[in-house]
T-cell receptor, first 114, second 113 residues
């Protein structure tokens, strides 16, 4: 079984709809991240959480919200989807450490907002 | 905060040739530099990393070099094979402010058979 799973893998929605992307991990990591990938822009951080009670905005958090339901679960919500939120979304986890730790990515969710 | 620039954005090489991808970073306090490979339809996966107390690291056909003075690090792939075709991302671990990764914009590598 995969260490980091994301659901759904693909989603088509309409402008104005609320949607939730879910992420679960079995690595026992405290740190979880949500990234957005667009062609030519690489991976941009939306939100990150260093433990269940710690939620932080990344560089592009506007229009998104998150919930850390448990150590293993981190959800990303689009309250009112808009077409420029069409992108590939990745969840990732990492262990503790001030010296940098390997990030483990999920398979991604491809979102299309019409 | 940290800024990471990655070049080139696309790279085509003949099978068996070498490929080099370069990244520059701005925060001299950054101390960890991983490289990720993303295959079609999958999430990025770590292939090699280097810490700031090391100048070079090798793993079979893959190597990473770090020049702290110039603030750049490079991925070297020798004897390229078709399965090396993918998108490669560099990243820097930002230590000033809140600890987090800053990623480069990616390089699409095509190995031509």
């Amino acid at each position: 079984d995969a260490d980091v799973t994301q659901t759904p893998r693909n989603r088509i929605t309409k402008t104005g709809k609320r949607i939730m992307l879910e992420c679960s991990q079995t690595k026992g990591h405290d740190r979880m991240y949500w990234y957005r990938q667009d062609p030519g822009l690489g991976l941009r951080l939306i939100y990150y959480s260093f433990d269940v009670k710690d939620i932080n905005k990344g560089e592009i958090s506007d229009g998104y919200s998150v919930s850390r339901q448990a150590q293993a679960k981190f959800s990303l919500s689009l309250e009112s989807a808009i077409p420029n939120q069409t992108a590939l979304y990745f969840c990732a986890t990492s262990g503790l450490g001030q010296g940098g730790e390997t990030q483990y990515f999920g398979p991604g969710t491809r979102l299309l907002v019409l | 905060g940290e800024n990471v620039e990655q070049h080139p954005s696309t790279l085509s090489v003949q099978e068996g040739d070498s490929a080099v991808i370069k990244c520059t970073y701005s925060d001299s306090a950054s101390n960890y530099f991983p490289w990720y490979k993303q295959e079609l339809g999958k999430g990025p996966q770590l292939i090699i990393d280097i810490r700031s107390n090391v100048g070079e690291k090798k793993d079979q056909r893959i190597a990473v070099t770090l020049n702290k003075t110039a603030k750049h690090f490079s991925l070297h792939i020798t004897e390229t094979q078709p399965e090396d075709s993918a998108v490669y991302f560099c990243a820097a671990w930002q230590t000033s402010g809140t600890y987090k990764y800053i990623f480069g914009t990616g390089t699409r590598l095509k190995v031509l058979a």
